[in-house]
Structure formats: structure tokens, C-alpha cells
């Protein structure tokens, strides 16, 4: 548990710091301590504190076309089709398709950062409408829908604070979605309510330390240093 404290610090750390990431991070190396469906019920429900005083603390900053015209439109039927998907899915096979995800998002990242001379431009709408469904997808079951989503999103151009805000508003309302699923569906148990708790205190942690390096700090090396753990850990968990 002290392990999976400093992993959910760093992961909260980076969603305050980008607006994405956090359960992506945490559930990739906190599935290296503990099985998958038992994290995600515990990722969600501290995910959303983090998202609700970033949503409304940066409100202004939310762009509400793409959210409510583009983003939620397009995500919300596959978000909802996870659910169902993951029902279907066995611990082992559920971590080694995680991982094999992660691993690919993370290289396919690095290689864009070690090529900027290639910068993409904007995706036409059909493509840019797939990479949504594909990230309603994954964030119905794995709650990590950001890397499908960032890639939708590249070539837009948005200001870094525009993007923090519109990106914890889709959290917000999503993870409200799996939370209440989870409830219904009997995940919420006395352990998970109990690691819920016991990990809380890091997330006002992780906040003030996004806010306060938000506009400071180079988010290229930090987010290079960032995908090459996800990409050596995707690695491990879907060949382990």
C-alpha cells in the first residue's frame, strides 16, 4: 500500500500537472502490486475529487463546443460499451490487452516527441470521430481513455490550460458514470472503500503539486521520462 501512495502521488501529480494520465499511470505500475478489477474501483473513486476542484477551480477554461459537441457525443455510447466489454474480460487477459495498450500509446508517443519535424496536423472529422470511440472504449474498461483521447486531439492546438480543463471535465463525467456503475455492481467493497481512504490524503498533494509547476516547468522532458515507464511497463504487464 505504501507503494501503490507514492504511484497514485505521482499519477495525480501528473493529471494536475497535463489534465490526463493519472489513472493510465497509476493502473499500469499499480498492476505490477495488485490484480486490475481490484485498482479501478479505488483509481475511479479518488479520481474524482482531483477532477471535480480542477473542473471547477479552471471552469472558465473549459471549451464547451468540443465538449459538449465533439467529445461526449462521440465517447459516451463506447464508455458505456466498455462497461459491458469488461464484464468479459479474465484478470490475466483483462492485464496483458492493458498493457499491450499502454505499450502501444507510449511508443507511438515517444516517436512523435523524437520527431517533431513530423507534427501532426489536424485529423479529418471521421478519424478524429474513430480515435473518440476508441477512447470511450478503453475508458469503459480501463478508466484510461486519455491516450486515445490526447490522440484525438493532436493537431488542435490548444492552449495548455484549455486543454488541462475540457480534458477534467471529461473525466468528471465519465468517471461519475463508472463510479455509479461500480456501486451498482457491487466493486465498491469494504476493502476498496477502506484503500480509498487510506490513499486520500495524497491527492490534495498531487493537486497543489500540478498547480504550482501547471505553467513552470517544460512538459516535454517530464512527459518523455513519463511514457518511457509506461512503455517499459505495458511491456511487462503483457508479457509477464
Same mark, same amino acid.
Given at each position: 500500500?505504501l507503494?501503490?501512495?507514492a ?5 495525480f501529480?501528473l ?10 499511470i ?7 502490486l495488485?490484480?486490475i478489477?481490484?485498482?479501478l474501483?479505488?483509481l475511479? !473513486?479518488?479520481?474524482?475529487p482531483l477532477?471535480?476542484?480542477l ?9 464547451p463546443?468540443l465538449?459538449? =459537441? ?8 463506447t464508455?458505456?460499451l466498455g462497461?459491458?466489454v ?5 484478470g ?6 492493458f ?6 500509446f507510449? !511508443?507511438?508517443?515517444? @516517436?512523435?516527441m ?13 478519424v478524429?470521430? !474513430? @480515435? ?7 475508458h469503459g474498461v ?9 490522440q484525438?486531439? !493532436?493537431?488542435r492546438?490548444?492552449? =495548455? $490550460? ?9 473525466w468528471?463525467?465519465?468517471n461519475?458514470l ?13 476493502e476498496?472503500?477502506?484503500r480509498?481512504l487510506?490513499?486520500?490524503p ?5 493537486i497543489?503539486?500540478?498547480e ?5 516547468? $517544460?512538459? =516535454? ?7 518511457v515507464?509506461?512503455l517499459?511497463?505495458g ?6
Open positions: 500500500m507503494w501503490l501512495g504511484i497514485v502521488l505521482l499519477a501529480f493529471q494536475a500537472l497535463t489534465g490526463f494520465g493519472s489513472i493510465v497509476a493502473l499500469t505500475l499499480g498492476a505490477l495488485f490484480p478489477p481490484e485498482l474501483p479505488v475511479v !473513486a479518488l479520481n474524482l477532477c471535480t476542484y473542473t471547477v477551480r479552471h471552469r472558465s477554461k473549459i471549451d463546443g465538449l459538449l =459537441r465533439e467529445i461526449l457525443p462521440w465517447m459516451g455510447p464508455v458505456v462497461l459491458v469488461a464484464r468479459f474480460l479474465q490475466e487477459l483483462l492485464r496483458q490487452i498493457g499491450a495498450v499502454v505499450a502501444f507510449a !511508443a507511438r508517443e515517444i @516517436w512523435f523524437r520527431h517533431p519535424d513530423r507534427a501532426q496536423a489536424p485529423a479529418s472529422d471521421f478524429f470521430r !474513430a @480515435w473518440l470511440l476508441v477512447a470511450g472504449l478503453v480501463y478508466a484510461s481513455g486519455g491516450p486515445p483521447l490526447v484525438a486531439l !493532436a493537431g492546438r490548444l492552449d =495548455r $490550460s484549455i486543454f488541462r480543463a475540457t480534458l477534467m471535465m471529461v468528471l463525467v465519465f461519475v463508472l463510479f455509479g456503475w461500480y456501486l451498482i455492481d457491487g466493486r465498491m467493497t469494504d476498496v472503500w477502506l480509498t487510506y490513499l486520500l495524497v491527492v490534495p498533494i498531487g497543489a503539486l500540478g504550482v509547476l501547471h505553467t513552470r516547468i $517544460s512538459e =516535454r522532458a517530464f512527459r518523455m521520462s513519463v511514457q515507464l509506461l517499459f511497463s511491456i511487462v504487464l503483457a508479457t509477464r
